[in-house]
């Protein structure tokens, strides 16, 4: 099985550790991983922000970098939900409907394709789950709380297994924490009060870790923790997932 | 109103946020009521099923709307009920006051209507000297302070009973620091009794309209529109055209999403149907369009119209609990509100859509099931088109998509823009940087990770070790 690792360009800039983590752990896992060197971006920041119609040329990269691939492996279930929705190229439609029907987000592909609901991995943490609104909403990782229906959820499902993790239970188990890519910036005020009141849920669980699946909305968090000295830190799920040595 | 200088969402949002106990209590209020809705919704076994009936429902409408239009007026004239069209808000406006004219009178008892709202009736009446008086407690309080409401459902949710208190009494005279709400209700409902006794027109909204039976229901939880319509000679019901409904028995349907996604209540306390006026009285119903054939032919946003106006979506929506509603310069504030006002003017309201993470809550608290996350995303792309985006914003993304589309630039533009923030970090850390105002830039790694494959990665460790 060969997995193309897609690593968004913002984690690939400025996480690289979670880049790491995830190639590591899929390795860990029996996966033949190789990370395509031209990849740069998915397109989104474009797309969410009304310019759709000026991703043709990250579609293209995206579309020259990925083909061939068995599966599309990626730690962020944001750019995972774009390549899905929005990945065309009216050139080579073939190719781009293949990516689009092969790209997971990393614990989707754990549980589903790999079909492995236990990992190893010690983490004696009091740790906070920041259910990311693409990963849940979009590509339905976990059941959202607005349905009547049963309880489910891809990355929970492998933290339970993790040694010493003790997962607390927010009270707004799935709000959303205001990153929302350029609203970040355009709408700063909302965003950032929306950051403060996600993190006062995690702070009144008394949480050493806020985790999730979608580094942007840690990378806001993060920015907001880290200008209120708050001791919590932000870990994405690839490195609790990966916390044993080989 | 409409000639007010419109502030844009992220101003008006920013000047709402600087009063952090009230945006505190504003959130905590709306998601309450989200819960209640959560736990009325969650005790229906079938409540997923009854959002897809509904939803099915309300397509079938909305697909043969002509036909159903058609068999409502038929059947509602034959009931001995008045049928108007109105084209735009400006007919509306001009119909209801045609028929105060007719009677020469000069006040006006209403019940909540909306749409009335979305046409600005009270300005236009109060410009012919006719006087209106909302009699839905929330409307009544906002009109007091010449506030448009804020929420479709809860329209005077913005407000705090310190706030009411203070409205009361200067406009009605009550107790000067008497914060009470029984007290402070009484008040309103001794001076509105006075109102119900004495207006002859009676306006109301309607929830929903019946077509194979020409009658029409109208839900409230104060029971004010049947004080106003029961005592008034003529009672005007003013709709736009989605409220239909082809039989009376899908209104089990939507009166159960109805109140529960609203405030999780079973039922609205009030579902009132009209179906022929009482020996004496006159009744009219006005049916508006108003944009809304508009959208009904743009194929991306039509399932807007299935809305049914509970107001879900606004409480549900992390954006607009911290936003309040007026910053949405809409008579329907919120998610719903931004993919249905830039139907009616897009240059007003290109911001709206752009007013939203694209969370997906709303879409699925929505009863009728209307993709509505996904509609603010298509708006996006439609305003964007058409020109109603800052230029500065636009070069910044013709840049960022050169960028983005090739690998030999983007290492070079990555490399050196963590070059910068690690060495010159005044050069982002500044004002000019809004991701900075409250929160800390990301640190700046030693390597990016593609670095760190090029010299870790198994192809290259195997190629070393060769």
Known sequence: MKIGLFIPCYVDQFYPKVGIATYELLQKLGCDVEFPMGQTCCGQPMANSGYAHLTKGCDANFIANFSGFDYIVCPSGSCVLHVKDHLHDENQEDKAAAIRNTVYELTEFITDILKIDHIDGRFPYKVGMHVSCHGQRGLKLSQMSELNAPFFSKPEQLLHNIEGLDLVALTRKDECCGFGGTFCVTEEAVSVKMGQDRIKDHESHNVDYITGGDMSCLMHLEGILKRQKSRIKTIHIAEILNSLEN | ?466
Request: proline share 4%; net charge positive.
């Open chain 2, 1 to 466: 109103m409409s000639s007010e200088k419109i502030i844009p969402h992220s101003e008006a949002a920013t000047k709402f946020n600087k009063d952090v106990e009230r945006v505190n209590w504003h959130d905590e209020t709306l998601w309450f009521v989200r819960a209640k809705r959560d736990k009325s919704a969650h005790q229906i076994a079938d409540w997923e099923l009854l959002r897809e009936t509904a939803s099915k429902i309300k397509n079938n409408v909305l697909s043969n709307i002509h036909d159903y239009l058609v068999e409502f007026e038929a059947n509602a004239q034959r009931n001995g009920i008045i049928v108007h069209w109105a084209a735009d808000a400006k007919e509306h406006n001009e119909i209801v006051h045609s028929i105060m004219a007719k009677h020469d009178v000069k006040q006006m008892v209403k019940s909540k209507s909306m749409l009335t709202e979305e046409c600005h009736l009270n300005d236009y009446l109060a410009e012919k000297g006719i006087e209106v008086i909302d009699s839905d407690l929330g409307e009544y309080i906002v009109q007091l302070r010449k506030e448009p409401p804020s929420h479709i459902v809860l329209p005077a949710i913005h407000l705090k009973k310190e706030d009411v208190s203070e409205t009361f009494h200067e406009h009605l005279g009550t107790e000067k620091g008497n914060f009470n709400p029984q007290y402070l209700t009484e008040s309103a409902r001794h001076s509105l009794r006075n109102t119900f006794l004495t207006r002859k027109v009676a306006l109301t909204g309607v929830n929903f309209a019946v077509a194979e039976t020409g009658e029409f229901v109208v839900c409230t939880n104060e029971g004010n529109a049947d004080m106003g319509a029961h005592l008034a000679d003529v009672h005007i019901a003013c709709m736009g055209f989605e409220k239909l409904v082809p039989k009376r028995e899908h209104l089990g349907v939507f009166l159960r999403l109805l109140a529960r996604s609203a405030t999780g209540q079973p039922i609205t306390t009030f579902s009132s149907h009209f179906k022929k006026p009482r020996d004496g009285q006159e009744m009219h119903i006005v049916i508006v369009d108003n944009g809304r054939s508009k959208q009904l032919g743009r194929e991306d946003f039509r399932n807007s119209l299935k809305c049914i106006r509970c107001g879900a979506c606004m409480n549900t929506c992390p954006v607009y609990r911290r936003s309040g509603g007026h910053s949405y310069h809409n008579a329907v504030a919120g998610p719903i509100g931004s993919i249905l006002a830039p139907n009616l003017d897009m240059s007003k309201n290109a911001d709206l859509p752009f007013a939203s993470t694209l969370c997906g809550s709303c879409t699925n608290v929505c009863p009728v099931k209307i993709d509505i996350h996904d509609q603010l995303y298509k708006w996006r792309q439609v305003l964007v088109k058409d020109g109603y985006t800052p230029t500065a914003k636009t070069v910044a993304m013709k840049t960022m998509a050169k960028v983005l589309a090739n690998p030999t630039i983007f290492n070079i533009a990555g490399k050196s823009g963590r070059f910068v923030m690690k060495n010159i970090p005044g050069m982002v850390n500044n004002k000019m940087n809004k991701w900075y105002d409250q929160r800390e830039m990301p640190d700046v790694p030693e390597e990016s990770f593609r670095e760190w494959y090029k010299k870790n990665s198994r192809e290259s460790k195997s190629k070393d070790n060769e």
